[in-house]
Nanobody, 126 residues
């Protein structure tokens, strides 16, 4: 599956952005989807994941209550709504797809994901 992330940009602290990740090439609803981020000099870290149906979500503690992951399987797109942004949210954000098969728990591990988008830069100014 090919993934194309978009929606990044420059925003002031306290502001909002919505990231989108459009998928193509394979059956989107066969995949759990995740968002990760990477800051300069740091390892890529998990942000949020959503199950293939959209019925289950999972967040890293630092974004709970501020970020919302969602998906539209009819549009082959996963979203990350980011509110109350903080300077420490500054990073390149990547979407990723984890092939499910019959069933699979949501994973925060980069090694579980099979396909990755190219990343979109989010910069939060103080």
């Amino acid at each position: 599956v090919q993934l194309q992330a978009s929606g990044g940009g420059l925003v002031q602290a306290g502001g909002s952005l919505r990231l989108s990740c459009a998928a193509s090439g394979r059956t989107f609803s066969n995949y759990n989807m995740g968002w990760f981020r990477q800051s300069p000099g740091k390892e890529r870290e998990f942000v949020a994941a959503i199950s293939r149906s959209g019925g289950s979500t999972y967040y890293v503690d630092s974004v709970k209550g501020r970020f919302t992951i969602s998906r539209d399987n009819a549009k082959n797109t996963v979203y990350l709504q980011m509110n109350s942004l903080k300077p420490e949210d500054t990073a390149v954000y990547y979407c990723a797809a984890d092939w499910v098969g019959y069933w699979k728990t949501l994973s925060p591990n980069t090694s579980e994901y099979d396909y990755w988008g190219q990343g979109t830069l989010v910069t939060v100014s103080s």
